[in-house]
T-cell receptor, first 112, second 116 residues
Framework: DAKTTQPPSMDCAEGRAANLPCNHS???????VYWYRQIHSQGPQYIIH???NNETNEMASLIITEDRKSSTLILPHATLRDTAVYYC?????????????FGTGTSLTVIP | GAGVSQSPSNKVTEKGKDVELRCDPI?????LYWYRQSLGQGLEFLIY????????KSGLPSDRFSAERTGGSVSTLTIQRTQQEDSAVYLC??????????????FGPGTRLLVL
């Protein structure tokens, strides 16, 4: 089953782009990459997901490498409210159930 | 309600007692998940319900943990004979069509369990 690896922490200056990497070298062809974030004391919040093409929504962009072994979440203009733990998740389908493997997460601190 | 709700928001219990945690998913969502998050740790998958299918219990850490989902909606996670290592935030999430390849899980605020 595919697992993910993320750096434990990152800093980003307010107003700059935050680029959060994730490695998922054992990902299989039908597995999606999801990104969630968790602000202190709250439940995780969905950000974006993708299969193989790059994706963009109002919150972020997701860049997936051609071999799908890694991806990068981009917050184009980070604000202080983006300070959170960001989780990169690979969705695996097993029988009738689903396993969501949350990685260690990256603690992003946006600095004024 | 508009989102996933969980109750109680906080629970303090004594070692050896049983506890029940409740999750109300978003109306119409067929899938429901339970996770737990120990202090400073990532999320740990516990159990998954999808429609009328048998639940995926592969993440339950021991036979003291069980969960049920009645009528395809509300779910209860039960921990029997609680231990101090059970102290964690228990998170519930639901999703609309997990087997359609397009899934977003919506999380509740969690129940903070403290076992003394």
């Amino acid at each position: 089953d595919a697992k993910t690896t993320q750096p434990p922490s990152m800093d980003c200056a307010e107003g700059r782009a935050a680029n959060l990497p994730c490695n998922h070298s054992t990902i299989s062809g039908n597995e999606y990459v999801y990104w969630y974030r968790q602000i202190h004391s709250q439940g995780p919040q969905y950000i974006i997901h993708g299969l193989k093409n790059n994706e963009t929504n109002e919150m972020a962009s997701l860049i997936i490498t051609e071999d799908r072994k890694s991806s990068t979440l981009i917050l184009p203009h980070a604000t202080l409210r983006d300070t959170a733990v960001y989780y990169c998740i690979v969705r695996a389908l097993r029988g009738t159930g689903n396993q969501f493997y949350f990685g260690t997460g990256t603690s992003l601190t946006v600095i004024p | 309600g508009a989102g996933v709700s969980q109750s109680p928001s906080n629970k303090v219990t004594e070692k050896g007692k049983d506890v029940e945690l409740r999750c109300d998913p978003i109306s119409g969502h067929t899938a429901l998940y339970w996770y737990r998050q120990s202090l400073g740790q990532g999320l740990e998958f516990l159990i998954y319900f999808q429609g009328n299918s048998a639940p995926d219990k592969s993440g339950l850490p021991s036979d003291r943990f069980s969960a049920e989902r009645t009528g395809g909606s509300v779910s209860t996670l039960t921990i029997q004979r609680t231990q101090q290592e059970d102290s964690a935030v228990y998170l519930c999430a639901s999703s609309l069509r997990p087997l359609a390849g397009m899934e977003t899980q919506y999380f509740g605020p969690g129940t903070r369990l403290l076992v003394l």
